[in-house]
C-alpha cells in the first residue's frame, strides 16, 4: 500500500521559513511527477509547485521566488523549501505523486496524495 508521509510544517511568523518532506513509501516513484498542492480554511486545493524526475519545474505564480522544489530520486523524496513566508501562505500542504511522467497542475493529474501538514504564518 501507498502511503505518503509528510513533515515539516508548523508556525512560524510571517517573513520566516519553513521546509517541507514527503516521503512515499510501499513503492518507489523515481520517474514520476511530484508535487505540492495547499488547501485554505474555505477555499479550494491549489497548486503550489510540482517536479518532473528530470527535474523540469512548475511554480504557481503566488509563491514564485520564494518557494523552491526539489526531489531526491535516491532517497525517494521531495521537498518544498518555503521562505519569506506570508499570512496568505496559511494553509494544508499535500505532497501527490503523479500519475504520470508528465508535470501537470490540476488534482486531477496525481494517483497519490498525502495526508496533508499544516502551514500557519503569523502577521
Known amino acids: 500500500q501507498v502511503q505518503l508521509v509528510e513533515s515539516g510544517g508548523g508556525l512560524v511568523p510571517a517573513g520566516g521559513s519553513l521546509r517541507l518532506s514527503c516521503a512515499p513509501s510501499?513503492?518507489?516513484?523515481?520517474?514520476?511527477?511530484m508535487g505540492w498542492f495547499r488547501q485554505a480554511p474555505g477555499k479550494e486545493r491549489e497548486f503550489v509547485s510540482a517536479i518532473s524526475w528530470t527535474s523540469s519545474i512548475y511554480y504557481a505564480d503566488s509563491v514564485k521566488g520564494r518557494f523552491t522544489i526539489s526531489r531526491d530520486n535516491a532517497q525517494n523524496t521531495v521537498y518544498l523549501q518555503m521562505n519569506s513566508l506570508k499570512p496568505e501562505d496559511t494553509a494544508v500542504y499535500y505532497c501527490a505523486v503523479g500519475s504520470t511522467v508528465i508535470i501537470t497542475t490540476t488534482p486531477g493529474g496525481y494517483a497519490y496524495w498525502g495526508q496533508g501538514t499544516q502551514v500557519t504564518v503569523s502577521s
Open positions: 510501499g513503492r518507489t516513484f523515481s520517474r514520476n511527477s
